[in-house]
């Protein structure tokens, strides 16, 4: 059974500031790995996916790297900002006939001005 | 270009009650996935519909049922509701390769 762990489970830090958000998995044989963005009671947005021959993946201010042997993704923010506030979201995607995401618990992060 | 479409965006029913979500893909997707999320947790599976069918199920009883359109919409069904059902319910559709989720902005069903 796939599980997917986040750590820190919460982090605060002052504007600016770079940052890296973990996140791990136990089955190694994913199919993808997507990282999300959520805000309070709202939906999902997908900001980063990694397919499982990729190494990394940037976007903006984001680049997320997999690391699929040890199971394990890493979330890259760059200058970090207010807005950047939020709880971020790991998830993999199992294979074959496994089409279903796999969630972490998330990581809530804190931008302070 | 649209994105997932949900409705209701909330929703209060009494236990022991039946309730209907319903959501709309992405143009271009076929594949809708349900997906429930209590306070503080990541999302859990209930399932997947491809080709109007049921092709993948989570860990959730037999309360919780679901339909795929012909337009490729979806409906969850929650029968005999329970204070535990209470949570955002989350609709994300794909392509049928499973490459890649769009979210929807959720349903927030409260169970009095």
């Known amino acids: 059974k796939q599980e997917v762990t986040q750590i820190p489970a919460a982090l605060s830090v002052p504007e600016g500031e770079n940052l890296v958000l973990n996140c791990s998995f136990t089955d190694s044989a994913i199919y993808n790995l997507q990282w999300f963005r959520q805000d309070p009671g709202k939906g999902l947005t997908s900001l980063l996916l990694?397919?499982?021959?990729?190494r990394e993946q940037t976007s903006g201010r984001l680049n997320a790297s997999l690391d699929k042997s040890s199971g394990r993704s890493t979330l890259y923010i760059a200058a970090s900002q207010p807005g950047d506030s939020a709880t971020y979201l790991c998830a993999v995607i199992g294979g074959g006939s496994n089409y279903k995401l796999t969630f972490g618990k998330g990581t809530l992060l804190t931008v302070n001005p | 270009d649209a994105g997932v479409t949900q409705s209701p965006t909330h929703l209060i029913k009494t236990r022991g009650q039946q309730v209907t979500l319903r959501c709309s893909p992405k143009s271009g997707h076929d594949t809708v996935s349900w997906y429930q999320q209590a306070l503080g947790q990541g999302p859990q599976f209930i399932f997947q519909y491809y080709e109007e069918e049921e092709r993948q199920r989570g860990n959730f009883p037999d309360r919780f049922s679901g339909h795929q359109f012909p337009n490729y919409s979806s409906e969850l069904n929650v029968n005999a509701l329970l204070l535990g059902d209470s949570a955002l319910y989350l609709c994300?559709?794909?392509?049928?390769?499973?490459?890649?989720?769009?979210f929807g902005s959720g349903t927030r069903l409260t169970v009095v």
């Open positions: 994300a559709s794909s392509t049928q390769d499973a490459y890649g989720y769009t």
């Open positions: 990694i397919q499982s021959s990729q």
